[in-house]
């Protein structure tokens, strides 16, 4: 109910403030979701208007596609607009600025997908940050308040890293942020959690769950007064929930976040259901990747983002790779006028294909490997036996855990996917080696990848 009551609060004051928006709202104590469609309406007409006017890549884009920026005028008008694609960003990040280079206040370059993608560029005003702080005050403030101080375990960087601005988010909350950055070791952590009281821990699920194995050969963290366990950057299965909630003794909360997207983009639903999103700074839809088309209420798409209030880049439904669903029906939280979709669990160019169609990705194995709670990490390879395809796991157990190899593979062996790839005889038996401790330990953000090696070792047979 808090996003809710946050979205409401700034349409309100976006209605008072901005006379374009007021002419079509009518304001009133609590908008519902026609309201909440006609701001989005009013302010997708002007970002239009504002692409075309300023970003080189935009005025070609729509020139090429027939596009008039006054034709759009609402929401319903969005299907009309081409997409951008990822490799637009990457290719030509400078065709997207609408201001000089004077008026930027911060430029984040990065790789999204493992650390082979393309590189990208998104610049930020002043005010479009501002945006970003006020979206991350929004989802801190979901789980925390005045007395609350955020251990945040994120790189610790210069001015408007993501570990600042999500600084400053919790400090807009009245909380107190504490930056305790990705180098630290467990004793180091811990001692700064007793210091300084820290009540929330903020940081990827991976890091955060091998941190927590390690606390646990040093204390009770269920004494430690952590009361919420914020995670991010990754699909947190229901087998790691469980086991993070039992051994804090705490909620664990989810957040969907973006770069390009400004960082913050979703924040786990109170209730538990879904995500809930920034709609006061994005339009989403989820479409079939591809028939392009929207996909149905409950079916798997791909998410499309149009930021509405961006000032140096704008980006006109952005195709994000990432697959979900929309989440129809009210939502138990009590919420009334917010979408809602389910959580992330792969991307579009990190599935693999093997057998006949049936799609690899890097969390699929997630509930059967983590179900074991010696299995700290693991990845995953598709290499070939012969002719047929294999399955190669690398899996990082815990220092004391007493699993095999070989009861791992038994376990895998009962997965659907590879029971059903195994008995058409289109795979051979996957392979599982044990790798030594802090093999897989990564600080960052990329996104897992499943790598598949079979073009490699076809060329060197
Ligand atoms: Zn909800």
């Given at each position: 109910?808090?996003?809710?009551?946050?979205?409401?609060?700034?349409?309100?004051?976006?209605?008072?403030?901005?006379?374009?928006?007021?002419?079509?709202?009518?304001?009133?104590?609590?908008?519902?979701?026609?309201?909440?469609?006609?701001?989005?309406?009013?302010?997708?007409?002007?970002?239009?208007?504002?692409?075309?006017?300023?970003?080189?890549?935009?005025?070609?884009?729509?020139?090429?596609?027939?596009?008039?920026?006054?034709?759009?005028?609402?929401?319903?008008?969005?299907?009309?607009?081409?997409?951008?694609?990822?490799?637009?960003?990457?290719?030509?990040?400078?065709?997207?600025?609408?201001?000089?280079?004077?008026?930027?206040?911060?430029?984040?370059?990065?790789v999204t997908s493992g650390t082979t993608g393309?590189?990208?560029?998104?610049?930020?005003?002043?005010?479009?940050?501002?945006?970003?702080?006020?979206?991350?005050?929004?989802?801190?403030?979901?789980?925390?308040?005045?007395?609350?101080?955020?251990?945040?375990?994120?790189?610790?960087?210069?001015?408007?890293?993501?570990?600042?601005?999500?600084?400053r988010g919790v400090a807009a909350v009245g909380?107190?942020?504490?930056?305790?950055?990705?180098?630290?070791?467990?004793?180091?952590?811990?001692?700064?959690?007793?210091?300084?009281?820290?009540?929330?821990?903020?940081?990827?699920?991976?890091?955060?769950?091998?941190?927590?194995?390690?606390?646990?050969?040093?204390?009770?963290?269920?004494?430690?007064?952590?009361?919420?366990?914020?995670?991010?950057?990754?699909?947190?299965?229901?087998?790691?929930?469980?086991?993070?909630?039992?051994?804090?003794?705490?909620?664990?909360?989810?957040?969907?976040?973006?770069?390009?997207?400004?960082?913050?983009?979703?924040?786990?639903?109170?209730?538990?259901?879904?995500?809930?999103?920034?709609?006061?700074?994005?339009?989403?839809?989820?479409?079939?990747?591809?028939?392009?088309?929207?996909?149905?209420?409950?079916?798997?798409?791909?998410?499309?983002?149009?930021?509405?209030?961006?000032?140096?880049?704008?980006?006109?439904?952005?195709?994000?790779?990432?697959?979900?669903?929309?989440?129809?029906?009210?939502?138990?939280?009590?919420?009334?006028?917010?979408?809602?979709?389910?959580?992330?669990?792969?991307?579009?160019?990190?599935?693999?294909?093997?057998?006949?169609?049936?799609?690899?990705?890097?969390?699929?194995?997630?509930?059967?490997?983590?179900?074991?709670?010696?299995?700290?990490?693991?990845?995953?390879?598709?290499?070939?036996?012969?002719?047929?395809?294999?399955?190669?796991?690398?899996?990082?157990?815990?220092?004391?855990?007493?699993?095999?190899?070989?009861?791992?593979?038994?376990?895998?062996?009962?997965?659907?996917?590879?029971r059903r790839l195994l008995h058409r005889g289109?795979?051979?038996?996957?392979?599982?080696?044990?790798?030594?401790?802090?093999?897989?330990?990564?600080?960052?953000?990329?996104?897992?990848?499943?790598?598949?090696?079979?073009?490699?070792?076809?060329?060197?047979?």
């Amino acid at each position: 109910m808090f996003l809710e009551q946050w979205l409401h609060g700034v349409i309100r004051s976006g209605l008072e403030n901005d006379p374009g928006p007021r002419a079509r709202v009518q304001a009133g104590p609590a908008p519902g979701r026609a309201e909440v469609v006609r701001y989005q309406g009013a302010l997708l007409a002007r970002a239009v208007r504002y692409a075309a006017a300023h970003s080189s890549f935009y005025r070609d884009l729509f020139r090429k596609s027939g596009i008039r920026p006054e034709e759009i005028r609402g929401c319903a008008d969005l299907g009309r607009l081409p997409f951008t694609r990822q490799e637009d960003v990457a290719r030509a990040p400078y065709r997207f600025l609408c201001l000089s280079r004077a008026q930027i206040e911060r430029v984040h370059t990065f790789v999204t997908s493992g650390t082979t993608g393309p590189r990208k560029k998104v610049f930020w005003t002043r005010g479009d940050l501002g945006r970003i702080v006020r979206f991350m005050a929004a989802g801190i403030g979901t789980v925390a308040g005045r007395q609350d101080v955020v251990h945040i375990c994120l790189p610790d960087g210069p001015p408007y890293s993501q570990a600042d601005l999500l600084g400053r988010g919790v400090a807009a909350v009245g909380a107190r942020a504490l930056v305790a950055g990705t180098g630290r070791s467990a004793p180091e952590h811990l001692e700064w959690i007793r210091r300084h009281g820290s009540t929330v821990l903020f940081g990827c699920a991976g890091p955060l769950y091998r941190l927590t194995r390690e606390l646990e050969a040093l204390c009770d963290p269920s004494r430690c007064g952590v009361r919420v366990l914020f995670l991010t950057a990754e699909y947190v299965p229901a087998a790691r929930r469980r086991e993070l909630e039992r051994t804090w003794k705490c909620r664990v909360r989810t957040h969907y976040g973006l770069t390009e997207m400004g960082l913050g983009v979703a924040v786990e639903c109170e209730a538990g259901h879904g995500y809930h999103f920034n709609e006061a700074d994005l339009l989403l839809e989820i479409i079939d990747p591809v028939t392009l088309e929207p996909a149905a209420p409950g079916e798997e798409g791909e998410l499309v983002f149009t930021t509405l209030n961006r000032e140096a880049m704008p980006l006109l439904r952005y195709r994000t790779g990432d697959i979900s669903r929309w989440i129809p029906g009210p939502c138990p939280c009590g919420a009334r006028s917010l979408l809602r979709f389910d959580a992330v669990r792969k991307r579009r160019e990190s599935i693999v294909t093997i057998g006949a169609g049936e799609e690899i990705h890097p969390t699929l194995f997630d509930d059967v490997l983590y179900a074991l709670p010696g299995v700290l990490d693991y990845r995953v390879e598709v290499t070939r036996d012969g002719e047929r395809p294999r399955l190669d796991f690398g899996i990082e157990l815990l220092p004391k855990a007493g699993d095999t190899a070989h009861a791992i593979a038994a376990r895998l062996h009962g997965h659907p996917l590879v029971r059903r790839l195994l008995h058409r005889g289109e795979m051979a038996p996957p392979g599982v080696s044990l790798l030594p401790p802090g093999a897989l330990k990564t600080a960052d953000r990329a996104k897992k990848l499943v790598v598949d090696r079979r073009d490699r070792l076809k060329a060197r047979a």
